[in-house]
Structures are given as structure tokens and as C-alpha cells.
């Protein structure tokens, strides 16, 4: 049996169509997978206690906002210098001891 053109445009119309609907099958499922993501969101403080600690919020006085923009705007160092550096490095530091320094 010999071939035409007619049959060869019929094949790699075929060949376009099965990747068309493999894309399109494709991105069906993707979507499907990812619908759940959309209500996914950041862990709120009733839903995980080891994050929050289960305090109270803290108010804005605590973070000390005010005097850290005096002094970020007094400092001589560049912006990727430490105000605070860690003196001694010979132990462990905890830097997340007290709700200051936290805050930091």
C-alpha cells in the first residue's frame, strides 16, 4: 500500500491531538492536586502551641519599635552589620530566651 500526503497530514494531526489532550489532561490534574493549597494558609495561634507558646499577643510597646528606628538611624556600621553581636562564643547562646529577644 503506498502512501499519500493525505494519510501522512492525518497522522501527525493524530500525533498534535494526543499531545494536545495529554496537556490538557495534564493540567487538569495538576490543578485538582493543588486545589487543596488554596486554602492552606499560615498556623493561627489556637492550632499550634509550640509556635506561639500559647501567650498572649504582645503589644506594640513590647517590641520597642521606636527606640531600634533611633537607633538604626544613629549607628556607623553597614546595613548587614549585627547592633548586637555575640560576644562570647565559646558556649551555647539562647536567643530566644525572653520575649526581648524574641522581639529582636
Not at 19 to 31: C, D, G, V
Not at 64 to 87: E, F, K
Amino acid at each position: 500500500m503506498k502512501r499519500t500526503r493525505a494519510t501522512r497530514v492525518s497522522a501527525g494531526s493524530d500525533y498534535a491531538n494526543f499531545w494536545r489532550s495529554a496537556t490538557y489532561i495534564f493540567i487538569a490534574l495538576w490543578t485538582l492536586l493543588l486545589t487543596p493549597l488554596a486554602l492552606w494558609g499560615l498556623p493561627g495561634r489556637e492550632r499550634d502551641p509550640l509556635l506561639f507558646r500559647g501567650s498572649e499577643i504582645w503589644p506594640a510597646a513590647s517590641f520597642g519599635i521606636a527606640a531600634a528606628a533611633d537607633q538604626r538611624q544613629s549607628r556607623a556600621g553597614g546595613a548587614d552589620v549585627d547592633l548586637n553581636p555575640i560576644v562570647d562564643r565559646s558556649r551555647l547562646v539562647e536567643l530566644t530566651e525572653s520575649d526581648a529577644q524574641r522581639a529582636e
